[in-house]
Structure formats: C-alpha cells, structure tokens
C-alpha cells in the first residue's frame, strides 16, 4: 500500500493507542519544536517554547480526527482550534492557529523523521509555512496519534498576542505612554473636527479613566462595568460627559501608536460614536488604552464639555 500524506491549516482554536511509547513523545514534541524554531530564526522571528493548553488541544484533536475518520480543522459539531484551545485552559485574548496533517497507510510508526516529514510538508506550503512563520506568536503545541492500520494525524497550534490591528498613515507601529496616546488621540479626533474648536486633552480625564480601569486581568471587563460616570470626582468642572469604550484580542501585547489609529477609526466608522467625536460642544477628553500582555486591549474615551 502507498503512504498518503495529506495536510490542512487554519488560522485561528475512549481514545485510539498512541503509536509512539510514552516515553518518545516528548522526543516528538520537542523536534517538532526545533524544526519550526530554526524556521522562525532565519526570518528574524522570535522562537517558540512548548505550552501544555495548545499541546492538550492539539492532541484531543489528532485523536477525535482518528477516532471518527474525519480530516479538518472544524469538528463533526463545529469546534474549532480556539474552542479547543480554550476547553484545555486557554486564554481567549490570544490569536490561536492550527496546522493539521494526515497519511494513510503509514506502514512505520511516528519516528524522528516523520516529524521531519511532516514539518517540510508544511513549509513546502504558503498557507502552513505562513502559520509557523506568523508573527506575534510566542508557544507551540504538537501530537502524532497512529492506529494499528497505519492511520496518522498530525496536529501543531500555536498562540500568542498577535500584533496591533491598526497603523498609522508612516506605516510604523510604535510602543507609547500614557502622554503621548493622549497626544496623538488629540491630532487624530482634531483632524475629524476642523470645523470645531478644538479639543484638548485633560490629565484629570485621562487619571480618571485609568483609575476606573482594572489594574490587571481586562478578559470580560465591558463598559457597564468601568462605570466611569457613575463616580465623577465632585470637582470636575464639565456640565456633560460622553464615553467610547471598545475592546480587541489577539491585536498585541504593548499599546502602540497603531492602536490608538485602530480604537478612534473604528469609533469614527459607527455613525453614533462619530457624533461623539465630533461634538464640537466636547472640548476636553481623557484617553487610555492598556493591554494585558496577552493580546488583549481595552480603549476607554472619556470626553467633558460645557
């Protein structure tokens, strides 16, 4: 019988015998690992280090892709690589990918070289080599099951904080403080509003906004919860207040120039926040973007007016 080797990839999230013992799996693991390691250095990228969640992930996976004869990143009842990544403990503010491979036939079981195999398989393809070559990726996750009858499944993820959605019109996407998000906020709402007087940025806002935010752990925080009008200091001296809040994942581990581009565009393309922004009558804002070294970032606007 001829071997046949089949891959699949995606960009996201009682068991059959492991052909390998136990104690080689990890051997495996590890060049698989290696291999998409030296991949990633030669194009200047950072490497990986093994993570349990996506290696727990991608091993339900092999073996339900082996359990019930099917070859794809989405299961019988449409899990995907971000659902089984988050049932084996994952963060969801992470971007999560996944490549998958497959061979019939297989008469040799999981060696060193079939883990070679299957790595130049996925690099002598632009959609899999893309995966191990994405940046913002920062742990890796690999499992090879096989049966009796010489049925294979291969399965790497991977996961990290992604990158910045957005960027500024130089193309650069720089790391900034507190001062300088409030800065380019200003030059950016200003250019929305030439009509207007201008709107300028407020420390006390900005303090206020940052105070309301949590200091760590943003996952399920909403707008409703900040409750940034709820607890004005008695000596503000606005007489109105407008708040924009917005939130993204997998978008970067540190806030960036290109975020605040991203935050203030998306607010600018709803026809209610544009209203907002461009309120002439709102003539101070407070401004933050925090992330929590995930992936995950939350934006918060707050903006006073007479």
């Known amino acids: 019988m001829i071997a046949r080797l ?10 059959p015998a492991l052909a390998q013992a136990p104690d080689t799996i990890q051997d495996l693991r590890e060049r698989s690992l290696a291999l998409v390691n030296e991949a990633r250095r030669a194009e200047g990228l950072e490497s990986l280090e093994l993570e349990d969640n996506l290696t727990e992930a991608a091993l339900v996976h092999a073996r339900d892709m082996l359990a019930r004869d099917y070859f794809s990143h989405t299961s019988p009842e449409g899990g995907t690589v ?4 988050l049932e084996a403990g994952g963060d969801d503010g992470r971007v999560v990918r996944e490549n998958i491979s497959t061979c019939s ?7 060193l070289s079939a883990v070679e195999e299957m790595h130049q398989g996925w690099m002598n393809s632009p959609g899999h080599r893309a995966n191990i070559l994405a940046e913002g990726l920062s742990d890796y996750g690999f499992a090879v099951v096989q049966d009796d009858e010489g049925n294979r499944y291969g399965v790497e993820t991977f996961a990290g904080p992604g990158t910045p959605r957005g960027e500024a019109p130089d193309g650069s996407v720089e790391a900034i403080g507190p001062e300088a998000q409030m800065q380019l906020a200003a030059e950016i709402i200003n250019r929305k509003r030439p009509d ?32 940034l009008l709820d607890t004005l200091p008695a000596d503000f001296p606005w007489l109105s207040y407008q708040v924009l809040y917005a939130e993204c994942g997998g978008c970067g581990d540190t806030p960036t120039n290109a975020d605040v581009h991203y935050f203030l ?4 393309d709803g026809n209610r ?25 939350v934006a918060a606007l707050l903006l006073a007016g007479d």
């Open 6 to 15: 089949t891959l699949l990839l995606a960009l996201l999230l009682p068991a």
């Open 82 to 85: 971000l659902h089984r990544y």
């Open 105 to 111: 036939g297989c008469r040799d079981r999981p060696d």
């Open 196 to 227: 207007a007087t201008p709107i300028e940025a407020d420390e006390r806002l900005r303090r206020h906004v940052e105070a309301r935010l949590p200091s760590d752990g943003l996952g399920g925080v909403s707008l409703s919860d900040i409750g």
């Open 265 to 268: 565009g998306n607010w600018s």
């Open 273 to 297: 926040s544009r209203k907002i922004l461009t309120d002439g009558s709102l003539t101070s804002f407070g401004f933050v973007v925090l992330a929590d070294g995930q992936g995950r970032k």
